[in-house]
């Protein structure tokens, strides 16, 4: 490998972890701040101008928490439960690129991490990682609350799963590829016909008719799979009183609680690129440096969309995901797949 | 003059079934520092994975000793304390407790001071019902609820402040009438209120009442039937929620109840829908109470002329030796009550709430007690939880409505 390469993978992964953490300590700010006015609140606005500072007075402060592990806890996977959740978070958009190739410093750099001929498969492997950090750390802390936690995001997985499979799957055929490079530009090129202005239209809508349940079972259930509401059981506060992460303080709390606003960024990124065209917009073809502002606005709505679903729904119970996952989510997503397949077929 | 009694774990036991002892199901403790147990109830949970096998609740970390403490004090002082019990209907405990000493003193309410009296209990009734309903759907997940009730509780608190100058613990009901009259903005800030009220209302059903989820949630979660919630003795909308049309506004009027026109809602299922449900259609019929009331508020005094039990105005201190003389009399010892016992029922917003009163002539009662929902409410978690996932559990805490301070007095 070439240095310059290899000089380029380190800073695009540096700025991609970097942006990850620091959209996971301002997603927290957004939330806070969209949610209240959802409430009719006011939100943070005490540190900094706006409470601007606010997400780095809250990580200060759990840095300097004291770090408990409870005496019975299962102490090395006490430890690894966290770091098992939020790896998965930050690797998996790796394979999801921000825009098309730039030209910078005589070089022509793609805007991605890794364009993988399995990119959707690697998605979902990487996904269900996530799992097991939660269960670990339900089971690891002995304690019956954090316990019982652990079990329902057990349950939750096995409900959701099959559906969030195919919602995969739906895309996959219609471009005909499990790159997310080649989805993309496959959307690209179904808005051709109208041009440079309109084309990202026509491309979405004629991707998102060919399939016109997927975008709407891949929202639902990536957010069981990302565990917010209305699906967040395994933490219910007011029946688990947190749930798997009871036990957890400090920063190692603070690693669950970055998995999760990652994990928000990450499929609203994934839902972004499959269903809503990716860094596809106007005038992409003259001005590539836009990609990456497109796909920025596009996950900023989805998160908003993520917010939202909070400050409305109330919290479904387990047993009902279960039922809801089996009996309608996985026949729709099947007939969503029929769809898109006869589709294909008839329109070639 | 007490004894203490050692409790061994074994005299525990029968607590809990055979299968929790050979550990074939899990204890869990739920409380009494957990955010869904409104306040401080504990429940020993027997489960069965997420399914609750047996629950028993236990109270007492609240208690306050406000019976006792209601025997050390003059009858109207002791009026004060009524306000400590249950923290969400202050003024209605007060009303029970008035009601209680005019009954056994014979002593006439004046038409105004009754229908303030109304105004305000209804409001109130309005407000716990709001804490209701915000709690209750905090403990399903919908968090937004929670805010938006305390939004319009607070307009409710704001009168009260408006007439007591206390937003809470008012003590604004004395024996005989109320402390002093409303002032000038009172009608215009229930009817701003009254005016705004009704929307916020079809709001809260619009996010709530015909939500999927919030119905998979509530529906045949919680079951009692009519017999049972009447053999468990629940009151209120917990017993209304299931099929008897038991209000005591209607079946014993106080206060005036008699004068105005209101529904008493009722459920079939006697699930938690149904209580919720009874629950919000009784906040629109608090409403219709508290207009008619407002518009047929007559003028006059507010507060009875029996010198024996109510103090004279300030006014005639200067002027009238009598006047000097009762209201010496009453600062320094109180007024006492004809010997004798007796027992004054209301409405509260979680059912019957009764004071029983025990008079020896004295200045003070000698024996005071608070027949309270809550704590009545609490004896039928254990029928009303029991197959139930610990999910519904905290859904079925919230619809008895409980108040910590209303069950530990």
Known sequence: MEPALFWEYIIKSGILLLGMTGGFAYLTYYERKALSRLQSRIGPNRAGPWGLLQPIADAVKLIFKEELIPTSANKLLFILAPVITVIPALIITAVIPWGRPIHLFGRDINLFIADINVGVLYITAVASIAVYGIVLAGWSSNNKYAMMGGLRATAQMVSYELALALAFVAPVILAGSMSTVDIVEKQVAMGEPWGAAFGFILGLLRWNLSMPLGFLIFFIASTAEINRSPFDMPEAEQELTAGYHVEYSGMKFALFFMAEYIKMIAVSMIAATLYLGGYNGPWMEQLPILGPVYLFVKVFLLLFLLIWVRGTLPRFRYDQLMAFGWKFLFPLALLNVVIVSIVVALGG | ?409
């Open chain 2, 1 to 409: 003059m007490y004894e203490t009694t050692e409790v061994t774990l074994d005299e525990l036991k029968h607590l809990v079934s055979n299968r929790a002892l050979e550990g074939d199901t899990v204890l869990l403790n739920m409380g009494p520092q957990h955010p869904s147990t409104h306040g401080v109830l504990r429940v020993l949970l027997e489960l069965d994975g997420e399914v609750v096998v047996n629950c028993v609740p236990d109270v007492g970390f609240l208690h306050t000793g406000i019976e006792k403490n209601m025997e050390a004090k003059l009858w109207e002082q002791a009026a004060v304390m009524t306000d400590r019990l249950d923290y969400l209907n202050t003024t209605g405990n007060g009303l029970a407790y008035c009601l209680a000493i005019e009954r056994l003193a014979e002593l006439e309410v004046p038409p105004r001071a009754q229908a303030i009296r109304v105004i305000l209990v209804e409001l109130q009734r309005i407000a716990s019902h709001l804490v209701w309903l915000g709690t209750h759907g905090l403990d399903l997940g919908a968090l937004s609820m929670f805010l938006y009730c305390f939004r319009e509780r607070e307009a409710i608190l704001d009168i009260l402040e408006l007439c007591s100058g206390q937003r809470m613990m008012a003590t604004f009901f004395r024996p005989g009438g109320l402390w002093r009259d409303v002032p000038a903005d009172f009608e215009l800030a229930v009817r701003r209120f009254l005016r705004e009220f009704p929307r916020r209302v079809d709001q809260y059903e619009a996010l709530l009442t015909k939500n999927p989820i919030f119905m998979n949630r509530t529906k045949k979660i919680g079951v009692i039937s009519a017999e049972d919630a009447l053999n468990w003795g629940l009151t209120g909308p917990t017993l209304r929620g299931s099929g008897p049309k038991y209000d005591l506004r209607k079946v014993q009027p106080y206060s005036g109840y008699e004068q105005y026109d209101f529904e008493v809602p009722t459920g079939t299922h006697g699930d938690v829908y149904d209580r919720y449900q009874v629950r919000m259609e009784e906040m629109r019929q608090s409403m219709r109470i508290v207009q008619q009331a407002l518009d047929m508020l007559p003028y006059g005094p507010v507060r009875s002329d029996d010198r024996k039990y109510v103090p004279p105005p300030r006014a005639e201190l200067g002027t009238s030796m009598e006047a000097v003389i009762h209201h010496f009399k009453l600062w320094t010892e109180g007024f006492n009550l004809p010997k004798g016992s007796v027992y004054s029922p209301v409405e509260s917003p979680r059912g019957e709430l009764g004071v029983y009163l025990e008079s020896d002539g004295g200045p003070k009662p000698l024996r005071v007690h608070w027949r309270t929902p809550s704590f009545i409410h609490l004896q039928a978690l254990p029928v009303l939880s029991r197959g139930h996932l610990v999910a519904d559990l905290v859904g079925i805490i919230g619809s008895i409505d409980i108040v910590l301070g209303d069950s530990d007095r």
